[in-house]
Antibody, heavy 120, light 109 residues
Framework: QLQLQESGPGLVKPSETLSLTCTVS??????????WGWIRQPPGKGLEWIGS???????YYNPSLKSRVTISVDTSKNQFSLKLSSVTAADTAVYYC????????????WGQGTLVTVSS | EIVMTQSPATLSVSPGERATLSCRAS??????LAWYQQKPGQAPRLLIY???TRATGIPARFSGSGSGTEFTLTISSLQSEDFAVYYC???????????FGQGTKVEIK
């Protein structure tokens, strides 16, 4: 049974780069059976898809964030990562990682989420 | 870019009553539609996928319908544990992209 866990700093300064890692257990991130993705949720607001990656390294990003987002995969650690550059207070959110079993399009399971606050 | 619009924003329902939530896509998404339930402090949980198939362990009181641009999530008889926020989400096959609706909060009347 797949399990995902987010990790990374809970506080990031404005204009800096937010970096998070999602560790996958119970399955291989190198499997061709999954997309791996990041979703965020500002406090009191809805869900926003940030981007996804395939084990081959192919990436797909939300057009509204594409210029600032990089998602990568580390098969040796069974992890994938998110970098979001030039952050502002508007990037304060709970960040979730999730798995999309191919060929479905549904996120299942999700990590528990991690709150990242952008503040000086 | 496909936009997902949910209505209403808030739905007030008494326990035991039926709840009907709507989700509209700005263009056809076929049956590439999922519904999630989110409770405070928790990650979203998959309820329905493929517009109408219940995920593993989801009670039969949850049902989904629709295709193309109009979708409905119905909770036949609301239980106390069903009061939560519900999101729809579409999946575009190529290039792979995902879009969520803004959510519907189901609250106790």
């Amino acid at each position: 049974q797949l399990q995902l866990q987010e990790s990374g700093p809970g506080l990031v300064k404005p204009s800096e780069t937010l970096s998070l890692t999602c560790t996958v257990s119970g399955g291989s991130i190198s499997s061709s059976s999954y997309y791996w993705g990041w979703i965020r949720q500002p406090p009191g607001k809805g869900l926003e898809w940030i981007g996804s990656i395939y084990y081959s390294g192919s990436t797909y990003y939300n057009p509204s964030l594409k210029s600032r987002v990089t998602i990568s995969v580390d098969t040796s650690k069974n992890q994938f990562s998110l970098k979001l550059s030039s952050v502002t207070a508007a990037d304060t959110a709970v960040y979730y990682c999730g798995c999309v079993p191919r060929p479905s399009g549904w996120f299942d399971p999700w990590g528990q989420g991690t709150l990242v606050t952008v503040s000086s | 870019e496909i936009v997902m619009t949910q209505s209403p924003a808030t739905l007030s329902v008494s326990p035991g009553e039926r709840a009907t939530l709507s989700c509209r896509a700005s263009q056809s998404v076929s049956s590439n539609l999922a519904w999630y339930q989110q409770k405070p402090g928790q990650a979203p949980r998959l309820l329905i996928y493929g517009a109408s198939t219940r995920a593993t362990g989801i009670p039969a009181r949850f049902s989904g319908s629709g295709s193309g641009t109009e979708f409905t999530l119905t909770i036949s008889s609301l239980q106390s544990e069903d009061f939560a926020v519900y999101y729809c989400q579409q999946y575009n096959n190529w290039p792979p992209t995902w879009t969520f609706g803004q959510g519907t909060k189901v609250e106790i009347k």
